[in-house]
């Protein structure tokens, strides 16, 4: 059974800036004031997640809500096993995959049926075994002809069909999903919304974060509110969203 | 305003078995890697394929320029350091191929991290996974040099007898260098990015420095430096057997010397620091 475990989950971001990022200020730290340390503890430090906790089961269906920058996209980068937290520790089990966001993951001078491959092979398959696929995704995609020219010839909405393809051909346990379906043209985006709720279904636990609260009501179970990084309500769907609706408004 | 609903009371009910240690968290990331070799390999292709797309010649055009720079240069150096070109060109050849990939290994060792960027932010592959295949690339395209060596050989007449099998342990420790390096440098190039640039300065000089264009022997009381250079080693025990003489004596030790150290250094960085890799990014 796939599961996530959380216990005191904390991250905290350190923020490069372009001068601390190189060398030669470490360099003339050390050697002008002689304290490497002081510029560690100078850099500013963003508490991105603090102290979560949190069991997410097999059957969950959880909702993320939250203002911008409350820590959603970094939750879900840590349940993905992206990022490592700084504190606390996850234990998880079960083949995750992770949509994040639709335009990154493409290599622009690979066509359309390499980068399925290529996806494919980092999704942990064979491209022997996604060969037989790339026909039935392709079609998907309804690109045409455009699916065997390189990818940096395509136009956004092209783009997006792509990705959305490939991202959701291969189905896995754990699916973990920041909002992004807003792009493509509507009679697309219809296809996409059935081909989601396919694969959705087929998942063992859904991790979802968006905006849209229908989208969340009607796919979710169980819901959790971040704010500024802490959990600050959990519940059903309903009432985590009339409480985050009562807080923003 | 905190709400806890009923269903994170469970949340304290499954308690979590114990955390593994950061230096088997990063061992576990190297193995895992290694084993998805057909994932390295397919993925070092691909590199090839794509970087060489639309070109005739793919990385043969590489080839060609080793063999034209090697002949070029073969035939001048020779009267300028007044040996007998027969014998110099092969040696300069083989050099240049050698120092090719270890001058590609390194400065591609840089970015390794930096450029998987869009892989690492996705998804959760072993980092290891980018390190194999920035190695298995560029071992790729020295297989591709490698093949003028043979017609090379009996052109200028060079006997060869069964001690050019050592070359095979030869590469096999100039790969595992290429692999410890590119883990090295790659944890240290995504924190500093100016790392990159300031090693191919490095090698640049390095490159005068290591004994490919001129005998060892030309360096005369100063032969020392070459002795003690690891790069000079790694060339060593893979040229000598190829033109039928014999490395140093000091080549190997130095070589397996470098290897086990430059591994552990490696190792204890990549331990310390794999989780961050991510952030940096």
Excluded at chain 1, 3 to 29: A, E, H, M, T
Excluded at chain 2, 161 to 190: K, M, Q, R, Y
Excluded at chain 2, 241 to 260: F, R
Aim: proline share 5%; charged share 20%.
């Amino acid at each position: 059974m796939a599961f996530l475990r959380l216990r005191d989950i904390s991250v905290d971001f350190p923020i490069y800036s372009v001068g601390s990022r190189s060398l030669k200020k470490i360099l003339f730290n050390t050697t002008s004031q002689g304290n490497l340390a002081r510029d560690a503890r100078d850099r500013v430090t963003v508490h991105a997640l603090a102290d979560l906790n949190l069991d997410i089961e097999h059957g969950d269906r959880l909702a993320l809500i939250g203002a911008n920058g409350a820590g959603k996209s970094t939750l879900l980068k840590v349940l993905a096993g992206i990022y490592e937290p700084t504190g606390g520790r996850l234990h998880a089990d079960g083949r995750v995959s992770a949509l994040l966001t639709a335009s990154v993951g493409l290599n622009p001078d690979a066509t359309g049926r390499e980068n399925i491959i290529i996806r494919g092979m980092y999704m942990d398959v064979h491209p022997r075994d996604m060969r037989p696929r790339v026909d039935e995704i392709a079609d998907f995609t309804e690109l045409g002809p455009y699916i065997d020219m390189p990818v940096r010839t395509y136009s956004a909405g092209m783009m997006v069909r792509l990705c959305f393809a490939v991202a959701t051909a291969v189905h896995p346990e754990i699916l973990l999903m920041d909002e992004w379906l807003g792009a493509g043209d509507a009679s697309f985006l219809h296809k996409a919304r059935k081909r989601m709720e396919e694969f959705v279904s087929s998942t063992s636990i859904l991790v979802l974060a968006s905006h849209s609260m229908p989208l969340l009501e009607e796919w979710c179970n169980r819901a959790i509110l971040l704010d500024r990084g802490h959990i600050v309500a959990a519940g059903d769907v309903a009432e985590i969203t009339a409480l985050y609706n009562a807080r923003s408004g | 305003m905190v709400i806890v609903a009923p269903s994170e009371t469970r949340t304290a009910a499954a308690p979590l078995p114990p955390e593994p240690s950061r230096a088997r968290l990063a061992a576990r990331d190297l193995a895992e890697g290694l084993a998805k070799s057909w994932m390295w390999t397919a993925l070092a292709l691909e590199d090839i394929r794509l970087r060489y797309r639309g070109s005739m010649l793919g990385p043969f055009w590489l080839t060609i320029s080793t063999v034209v720079m090697a002949a070029g240069m073969g035939l001048v150096y020779s009267q300028v350091f007044r040996v007998q070109t027969e014998s110099y060109v092969p040696y300069l050849t083989v050099g240049l191929i050698l120092w090719q990939l270890i001058a590609s290994l390194i400065n591609e060792g840089c970015e390794v991290f930096v450029r998987a960027e869009s892989v690492i932010q996705q998804v959760p592959i072993a980092f290891s996974i980018h390190v194999y295949r920035s190695v298995c690339r560029n071992v790729i395209i020295l297989a591709h040099s490698l093949i003028v060596i043979p017609p090379m050989l009996l052109l200028f007449g060079i006997r060869v007898d069964w001690h050019v099998l050592e070359i095979i342990p030869g590469l096999a420790l100039l790969i595992a260098n290429g692999v410890w390096i590119t883990l090295l440098l790659g944890v240290f190039g995504t924190r500093f990015r100016d790392i990159s640039p300031i090693v191919g300065n490095f090698m640049q000089v390095l490159f005068f420095l290591t004994p490919i264009i001129y005998p060892i022997e030309a360096l005369r009381e100063w032969r020392g430096i070459a002795t003690w250079n690891p790069f000079f080693a790694a060339i060593d025990v893979v040229r000598a057997p190829l033109l039928g003489t014999v490395p140093e004596g000091s080549s190997w030790v130095i070589l397996v010397l470098w290897t086990l150290v430059g591994s552990a250094l490696a190792f204890a960085l990549f331990a310390r620091f794999r989780g961050r890799i991510a952030y940096w990014i």
